[in-house]
């Protein structure tokens, strides 16, 4: 039991990390569009990110569904599939010379990654406070019937 208390811990740390990743990415995009950066900042700055956000998603998609939590997974498995189609593609650094062509539809694909994000938030935070509460009861069961008395 306390293996899912240690799971949920990891995937809230996970998906805060996905959570601040995109709204970086999303700010960026934003400061673009007000002409705050310039195209080869913008594209230095997402690009360095991207691959790691793959990866932590990844990782997290794989431990759900190694660990059978089917919920969860299949929430995040159509974006996973999406980065691994990008990835394959050769199509998930951003480009310079096409970014002001492309702007808008970055946005909308980091929004809703950002709304996939906070769904699955939810998620974690729930089922990592229902563990925490099974494992102190259980824990607090045990200790009444340890002989003692």
Known sequence: MAWELFLWLYAFASVISLIALTAYQLINLSDLEFDYINPYD?????????????????????SFLLTWHWFPFLIMVPIT???????????????VTEIFRLLNGEKKYRIIKLSIYFSIFVIVIYRLVMSAVLLLMDEDDGSLESGIF
């Not at 700055?45 to 932590?56: G, H, K």
């Open 81 to 95: 599939y999406y980065h691994i189609n990008l990835f394959m593609n050769r199509r998930h650094l951003i480009d």
């Open 42 to 62: 913008l594209s230095s700055r997402i690009n360095a990110v991207v691959i790691p956000e793959f990866l932590v998603q990844g990782i997290l998609c794989a």
